[in-house]
């Protein structure tokens, strides 16, 4: 790494105690975690991963980083924020110093994100709340031995709302060239069994970006989190649980009557996730099996979890399709995550078959020539409008999954739901809005007030 003048650099302050001080052995350690972790093929944006001592936390941040480490040559700028440990910030501080160092060199400081972040309100600029903090500190060196150089904005977080941290996202977002990393540990100090709980919750929220549920005691840096998640759901990213585990996991198997939750997390653009074709192959194979199971037994297949993925793992929401002879012959789904993604294409491919209202119940001679698809949607996001033209101008034919809801002409609420394999055959926004209406059951000149609409994408695989 480059090397600053000694003046305008802010020193380690937790070599040879969060991590080795030689530099040799730091390096083999980040390392081995890097070595040890998965690859599931992801392109993230962002991540969320801890700061705890390395042999705690170590295991759980090298899955983050080494998610990273396919995009490593486009890398050129990271944004890293963190909560604070020792010096009590109001809402953000950002270091006046020109580069922080660990034994493996130096980290420039970027320049033109500190001046970004200073325009913003609540943002100050102070060495002294950065001095002794580790929860920025401990990602750089996981950051140098995968992305090599770079410059870095390092924000400590203190207390502002999820929409301030958005903001200052938001300022700082960039583009392939910048990372995102949230740094926080999780639940602190229970059992391992009262850890473990908290920590699944808090694993939960993350998935489905709801943020409003989040309590102070499930994660240090929450304030930061919640921040990253609002941005979410502005930009459609989705979220992949790369792993959560405690100190009770790591290296502190002797004591776990107290303990400390980590976790990471990869957030990438929805419309361009991509699941590793292996898992894609596990939903479809699931998809035919839980059909086939119901077929022997009107129940769809057992999920036995713990043994997918961590993708596969995660809370998602889709719809299976069923064709035959290149029609429609079934299509269910969640609009809304609220199980795992394998449990979720099983349970949805068995309604299909055998549960959409529209067709008969599949029988055996139709499963051999069944052509069968799983969409996987990303969190749905409101679309703005003022009258029914504004809505039409705004969908985006071949690219929108659309969610229409409104109250009946006799007062009742409808809902209805379109893939965006729809625009294939209604290529016209105006008779797509048209043909969707009738799908909630709605007169298709129908509109008034009550109207909204939601936009999400989808990653569908056969």
Known sequence: MSTATPESVRPPAIAGTFYPADPEALAGMVDRFLADARDDGLS????????????????????????????????????????????????????????????????????????????????????????????????????????????????????????????????????????????????????????????????????????????????????????????ARALDL?????????????????????????????????????????????LIDGARRSIANGLRTGRPAQVQHGSFTPPLETYRATFVTLNQDGRLRGCIGSILPHRTLVEDVVVNAHKAAFGDPRFPKLTPDEVENLDLSVSILSHARPIAFGSEAEAVDALRPDIDGVILQADGPDGQPRRGLFLPQVWESVPKAEQFLRHLKAKAGLPQDYWDDSVRLWRYTTETFH
């Open 44 to 231: 993230p944006k962002a991540l969320i991963a801890p700061h705890a001592g390395l042999v705690y936390s170590g295991p759980i941040a090298g899955n983050a980083y080494r998610s990273v480490a396919r995009r490593a040559r486009e890398i050129t700028r990271v944004v890293l924020l963190g909560p604070p440990h020792r010096v009590a910030v109001p809402k953000f501080c950002v270091p006046a110093a020109t580069a922080f160092r660990t034994p493996l060199g130096d980290v420039p400081i970027d320049a033109d994100g500190i001046a970004t972040a200073l325009k913003l309100s609540g943002v100050e600029q102070s060495d002294a709340p950065h001095a002794e903090e580790h929860s920025l500190e401990v990602h750089l060196p996981f950051l140098q031995r995968v992305l090599g150089e770079f410059s870095l904005v390092p924000v400590i977080v203190g207390g502002p709302s999820p929409q301030e941290t958005d903001a200052l996202l938001a300022a700082l977002w960039g583009g392939p060239e910048t990372l995102v990393v949230i740094s926080s540990d999780l639940s602190h100090y229970h059992t391992y069994d009262g850890a473990n709980r908290r920590d699944q919750a808090f694993r939960r929220h993350v998935e489905t970006l709801a943020l409003e549920n989040i309590e102070d005691e499930q994660a240090c840096g929450r304030y930061p989190v919640k921040g990253l998640l609002n941005r």
């Open 238 to 282: 989705r979220v992949t649980t790369l792993d959560v585990r405690n100190s009770g996991d790591t290296a502190g198997r002797e004591n776990r009557d107290r303990v400390v939750g980590y976790g990471s997390w990869a957030l990438e653009y929805a419309g361009t996730a991509h699941l590793p074709d292996a898992d894609r192959a596990t």
